[in-house]
């Protein structure tokens, strides 16, 4: 099926050609950060993870949302999500291959990376999150690789997949799960260390990844007119606003803990992303209340079923709920698990330009990984006579 | 054809990896010698730290024990918040961040406290490495191995004492060359340090850099000894140690 | 077979290429071990010159571990005698010109290990 990548439009070249420029243009300036050091980040001895950690975890979270096509599909039977599922599965890879690259990005010694395989320490969780996300790649290239094979000679996939595809949607929970234990299980970082991060970051995941997912389907359909079925795409946002009010639901939880108990550590870190400290508001306050506004409004814009089966709107909907999650778990997870630092005092942390460029290759090479596996899936699709809206 | 390539792809694999667990195997070390501890080295079984605040009445007191630590350590003195710091100084509210008192004399206001790994008993920083390249010894000391660490910055993230610096540039454009203690290395860009309770001297019979430099004023010896300086002190007065809710049980006691 | 011309000539190129470290190390003759500077002063080294020849690297791997794990910071060698673990105060207090003795296997075996970024490579070196 690889062979499928050698031919394309003008327009595909023209895309992969301008993703490796841009690939090329920000391994220029890893390079520089690889000679000089972190140092050429915003980040500082108190405020020491920022845009890198922030934006993997984000990602092991696109990565686990597939599971939100994959489990209605095989423990419910919905056939709906069958056309589409394939497109969540490679978004997936794509997204541990970027979550793999924002870590070895952030290492001071990424030659040694292989250091944790080599003494492996299963007292550290960093030693799992590397385990279930290797997994995590191998089980959706299997999976995604057998499918779309049995797909292309117009066959049932082989009985012994669906074990693995079962162990896929178990699994997708335990790699957000386990990545939002880096965070739950540290002492003193008051914003973390909270019994319902696992929750939050799950639903959070499973609102946002689905988002992107149907944002790119819908680019993907002016692109190639392949469409994942209208069907489809309302169920999907049923459960995108589900999760996203759920979601909306758990922050708030955390907030009245904070607030009703009046415990200072716990209200430090939501003071200080809503209101800035000691009367300076930082760049981040900003971005918060612009999350809380994009959150509310696209969740406006879903509830009522008049509005969410609206076409024309649901682009814009599903665009502002993946900015405000990504402003949560993207900017201020890290910002708030930082601020106050241990010595209840702030460090302000601002990603550098370099940090920024770095992080826009990674993005890159995952705009890469998913176009020539998408451009696999839709060719197979093609061939099979899967293309049109059949069924 | 095809069912023939699909053998030789199985036995390529299998020699291959054959192969490589052969030659790893090999390459594991043929050890002739033993070891063991020099005669004249220190030993506890959990040492621990009492530093009495009383004795000294500026910051400028502590300067010496900084001095003698960073100089014996060679430890850079890079300018910004991205900085190397393994003993420093602070104000009580920011060292005691429990204490939540507005009301204290005004040496607490004003005064300043120092600063170092506290060596817990739990430490969370060794919980989160994922490599083993900080580790608890025998005698309760944390320490490192800078050739192991990858650079992570979990630890960072884990200690609640912020004791940790990361190598975020080059540390030796920081150091006087030559450096100041050409018997002991720098460290190299993209590694974490920290205190080490000077378990490089505690080999040698020398007690910590700074415990000498103090004059007395800071005792270092086995906290599991009852006899010990440590455990006089400790019985003798009231003491503090940083954020003791968290469970980790700092080895630095404070006599304030 | 298809295009079985191709094929051929394409293993044969791949093959030729893998190995051209081979070929260019029978070609370039036989190879010469250099001529390492050996301290002046000292007559002995922790173990035989033979044992370091072949094994520095494993025991000053194992030198470590001992010494920053276990608190082990005494090696008694093959022979009974004790020795400081350090490579900073043992080694190079006797091997001080790195240039002369580590640099030379080093560099013709193609090995480049990074000890002086950390530890403070001595300046008997001229």
Known sequence: ?391 | MNNSRRTFLKVAGVSAFALTTGVAGAAQAKIIGTYEQGDKALKAKRWAMVIDTRKFTSADDYKPLIDACHKAHNVPAIPGNQEIKWMWLDHYDRVFTDDMNANLPDKFKKGMFPLLCNHCTNPPCVRVCPTGATYKMHDGIIAMDYHRCIGCRFCMAGCPYGARSFNFVDPRKFIADPVPNPEYPTRMIGVVEKCTFCAERLAKGLRPACVEAANGAVMFGDLDDPNSDVRKALAENFSIRRKPSLGTQPGVYYLI | MYNKTYVLAGIIIFVALFTTPFWTGIMSGSYQRPAVQLPANEKECVEPVEYMRAEHMQLLNDWRDQALRNEARVYVSSTGKKWEISLQNTCLKCHNNTTEFCDKCHISNSVYPYCWTCHIEPKGKK
Not at chain 1, 187 to 201: D, K, Q, V
């Open chain 1, 1 to 391: 099926m690889v062979e499928r990548l050698l031919t394309g439009s003008k327009r595909y070249y023209m895309w992969l050609g301008f993703l490796c420029l841009l690939i090329l243009a920000s391994f220029c300036v890893y390079w520089t950060q690889l000679t000089e050091g972190l140092g050429v980040t915003g980040m500082n001895r108190d405020v020491s993870w920022g845009l890198y950690i922030s934006q993997f975890t984000y990602f092991v979270g696109v990565a686990a949302s597939a599971v939100m096509l994959v489990l209605p599909a095989y423990f419910h039977h919905y056939k709906k999500f069958k056309r589409m599922i394939i497109f969540g599965e490679f978004m997936a890879i794509a997204a541990v291959v970027m979550c793999a690259l924002f870590i070895v990005v952030d290492l001071g010694q990424p030659q040694r990376a292989m250091n944790v395989m080599l003494h492996p320490t299963p007292n550290s969780v960093m030693f799992y999150d590397m385990i279930v996300l290797i997994g995590y790649l191998c089980l959706n290239l299997v999976i995604g690789w057998v499918t779309l094979e049995a797909e292309r000679l117009d066959m049932d996939p082989p009985k012994w997949i669906k074990f693995f595809i079962y162990l896929s949607v178990i699994w997708a929970f335990s790699i957000h799960t386990v990545t939002a234990f880096l965070y739950a299980g540290i002492p003193g970082r008051h914003y973390w260390l909270t019994a319902i991060m696992a929750a939050r970051f799950l639903s959070s995941a499973f609102c946002s990844g689905p988002a992107i997912l149907l944002l790119l389907m819908f680019v993907l359909k002016r692109l190639t007119g392949f469409n994942p079925g209208e069907e489809a795409v309302k169920t999907l946002t049923k459960i995108i606003t589900y999760a996203m009010c759920i979601n909306v639901f758990f922050y708030c939880l955390e907030l009245f803990t904070a607030f009703y108990s009046n415990i200072p550590g716990h209200m430090e870190p939501l003071i200080f992303l809503f209101a800035g400290h000691g009367g300076h508001v930082a760049w981040v306050t900003y971005w918060m209340w612009a999350a809380v506004i994009l959150a509310f409004a696209s969740l406006a814009m879903l509830i009522p079923p008049s509005l969410r089966d609206n076409m024309k709107l649901l682009p814009y909907a599903l665009g502002m709920l993946v900015l405000a999650s990504w402003i949560d778990k993207g900017l201020g997870l890290l910002v708030g698990g930082f601020t106050p630092n241990m010595f209840e005092a702030v460090t302000p942390y601002v990603p550098t330009f370099r940090e920024i460029m770095v992080a826009l290759g990674v993005y890159a090479i995952g705009a890469l990984v998913l176009s020539l596996l998408w451009k696999i899936a839709l060719d197979v699709k093609k061939g099979s006579g899967h293309f049109g809206e059949g069924e």
